[in-house]
Every structure is written in C-alpha cells, then in structure tokens.
C-alpha cells in the first residue's frame, strides 16, 4: 500500500530544493556563462542550471522514502547526475554520438566522457541494484533497469519537455508502488515550465538523474519477472536508440545518447 503522506513530503522536498537551487545557479553560475550557456535544438541561448538543481532535488527527496529504498536512491541518482553534469561539461561539441562511438574511441585509447558516463552510471545501476536485492541474478536485472532508465529518459530528452514529460509519466506509474516516484515527479514539475518555454535545459545531469531514480522505484516495486521484462524493454530500446530519438523529436541536439 502507498504511504501517500511520504509520496506528498519526497515530492514537496524535491520540488522545493530543485527550484532553490536552479534560482542560486542562475544567480551565481560557478565557473562563468560559458560552463552553463547552451544553444538548444532551434539555436535558441538555454543554461543548464536545470540539471544539477534536479539531480540535488531529486536527491532530496529521496531522503524522505522509505529506508529501504533511501540509500540506493541516493547512490543512483547522485552519481548518475554527477556523470552527466561532467559529460555536459566535457563533452561539449564532441559529435559522436552512441555506444559504438564511444567504445570504438575508447578502443583507440581515447577516454569520451560519454564512455566516462556509460560506466559510471552502469556501476551506480549495478550497485543501487545490490542494495535492493539479495539474488545474484536480481541485483544484475536491477542494475540494468536503473541504468537503462537513467539512459532511456537522457534518450529521449531531444526537444524541450520531453525527458520532463517522460519522468512525470513513468512517476505516475511508479506511484502505484512505492514513494520513490514522488522525488523525480517532484523535481520534473518544477522545471517542465522553463523547459518548455526554452529558457533551460536539463542537460546529461538531469536526464539521467531523473530516470536513474524512476529507475530505482520500478526495482523497488518489482520481483524477478518485472525486473526481466523491463530490463528487456530497456535493452531493446538501446539497440535503436538513434531510432527512438528520431520518433521523440527528430533531432540530437536538445539531448544525446551517451
């Protein structure tokens, strides 16, 4: 049964710290306008600050669910925003796009940070999947399903409001299991707005935060055949991911994946 009154506080706590965050970014922006300036799929000026405020909300709220679920929460979402705030960073105008160009570049000894963000949130899927689970078999699905979410939401995150849209619609799923949900829904509100209107952007960072979360609450809610079929749906969804952004917004300039 949902404990509504701890859906209500994680998604008022993520909502409440991302949007205070986003406002102290756009105050200060750390590092000047050019770490946080973006042009979005129509040339249009955006800033990211968007993302890293997500990811600080979304962690947030985490902190109001159950225990059970608390610390991989925290563990998925934070890692998977940190790794795509540093590929919106360092991987700025890089072009390749895909797995197979970032593995093909790392086979000729060249690091991408989207090879730096493919593993660091597939071990943070791996490791928020063994704290869920005990089965040796269950903790490898959980750890696909977090990281194929965190992937799936940045994969459709190709025009303004879709990876938002996308978490509220997963989230209100999730919300049929667990309090878990209430952080992302949270957090997607409070930016969807901006998002849509293009004046910002979530970014690696918030894509894949939000989706690593939503991540978190299927595991939590789901036994060895939920966990198989959705890590088989996020597996073939990776296989054509260039596909599924073409039907999301024709266009790989709002968002990438890896």
Request: aromatic share 2%; net charge positive; hydrophobic share 50%.
């Amino acid at each position: 049964m949902i404990d509504v009154t701890r859906t209500l506080r994680s998604a008022a706590l993520a909502a409440g710290v991302t949007h205070a965050a986003r406002t102290a970014l756009r105050r200060t922006k750390p590092g000047g306008a050019r770490v946080w300036e973006r042009e979005n799929h129509a040339g249009r000026p955006v800033d990211l600050c968007a993302g890293p405020a997500v990811t600080l909300g979304v962690a947030a709220g985490a902190l109001a669910v159950e225990p059970e679920t608390r610390t991989a929460a925290l563990v998925a979402t934070l890692a998977a925003g940190a790794c795509g705030a540093y590929d919106d960073v360092a991987g700025a105008g890089d072009a390749r796009r895909g797995f197979r160009a970032h593995l093909g570049a790392l086979r000729d000894g060249e690091l991408t940070s989207g090879a730096v963000k493919l593993f660091g949130i597939s071990a943070a899927g791996l490791v928020a999947g063994a704290l869920l689970k005990e089965r040796p078999v269950d903790k490898a699905l959980a750890g696909v399903v977090v990281a194929g979410t965190a992937h799936l939401l940045n994969l459709v995150d190709v025009r303004p409001g879709r990876a938002a849209s996308a978490a509220l619609a997963l989230g209100s799923v999730g919300l049929l299991r667990g309090s878990l949900a209430g952080a992302p829904m949270g957090a997607a509100a409070v930016v969807l707005p901006d998002d849509l209107a293009e004046r910002g952007m979530l970014g690696d960072a918030g894509a894949h935060a939000l989706g690593a979360a939503l991540g978190v609450a299927i595991v939590a809610g789901n036994g060895r055949a939920g966990l198989a079929a959705h890590a088989a749906g996020l597996v073939a969804v990776a296989a054509c991911g260039r596909r599924v952004s073409a039907w999301a917004g024709n266009d790989m300039r709002h968002g990438d994946w890896t």
